[in-house]
């Protein structure tokens, strides 16, 4: 079967760095996405990642190994603003979407 | 705004009423689908159309029938759900069905549903 491993929750202090891990099992991979959901939300597009390697955007950078079927979603600078839940998605042989559980990310002053 | 909307945000119902989600999405997208979010559970893909036409029925209960009466609007209609539907649905669209690359998924807010 397919599967999406992620933390279910973080806990990190304003300003400081936090890596969230996604590890995934699915037929094909046609490329691995992040949106950003808070509370009551819609879930936001954040990163897509299809080769190797890290994809930097402001605060926010994504990295991907296929080798190893792992990403991580790296925060910098943490605001109180990015308390939210954090969705790894990847898409598989058949251009489906198949989603993780998320990690609730909970920010500290 | 991400360009998709979804009314009501909020509903409570009992288990027999009858009522309807409903979904409009301005980006011009062929693509929509309806998902169901259950706390700390993945998002579960219940019924995808491209063009107006259902192409996917994840073995959905027929208490929850869509209807797409064009590319820009999507509805799901409830009939005698039970307790454990209470969940956040949400919609969702992209521009192709089967897009490569950074066609990804568009989502509306969702409907919190609380079926009693």
């Known amino acids: 079967g397919q599967n999406i491993d992620q933390p279910t929750e973080m806990t990190a202090t304003e300003g400081a760095i936090v890596q969230i891990n996604c590890t995934y099992q699915?037929?094909?991979?046609?490329?691995l996405f992040w949106y950003q959901q808070h509370a009551g939300e819609a879930p936001t597009f954040l990163s897509y990642?299809?080769l190797d390697g890290l994809e930097e955007k402001g605060r926010f950078s994504s990295f991907l190994s296929r080798s190893k079927g792992y990403s991580y979603l790296l925060l910098k600078e943490l605001q109180m603003k990015d308390s939210a839940s954090y969705l790894c998605?990847?898409?598989?042989?058949?251009?489906?979407?198949?989603w993780g559980a998320g990690t609730k990310l909970i920010i500290k002053p | 705004e991400t360009g998709v909307t979804q009314t009501p945000r909020h509903l409570v119902m009992g288990m027999t009423n009858k009522k309807s989600l409903k979904c409009e999405q301005h980006?011009?997208?062929?693509?929509m689908y309806w998902y169901k979010q259950s706390a700390k559970k993945p998002l579960e893909l219940m019924f995808v159309?491209?063009?107006?036409?259902?192409?996917e029925n994840n073995s959905v209960p027929s208490r929850f029938s869509p209807e797409c009466p064009n590319s820009s609007h999507l509805f799901l209609h409830l009939h005698t759900l039970q307790p454990e539907d209470s969940a956040l649905y949400l919609c969702?669209?992209?521009?192709?069905?089967?897009?490569?690359?950074?066609?990804?998924?568009?989502f509306g807010p969702g409907t919190r549903l609380t079926v009693l």
């Open positions: 998605a990847v898409r598989d042989s058949n251009y489906q979407l198949i």
């Open positions: 159309y491209n063009f107006k036409e259902q192409t």
């Open positions: 980006l011009g997208h062929n693509a």
């Open positions: 969702a669209s992209s521009q192709e069905l089967a897009g490569g690359g950074t066609d990804t998924q568009y």
């Open positions: 990642n299809v």
């Open positions: 699915t037929s094909g991979f046609n490329g």
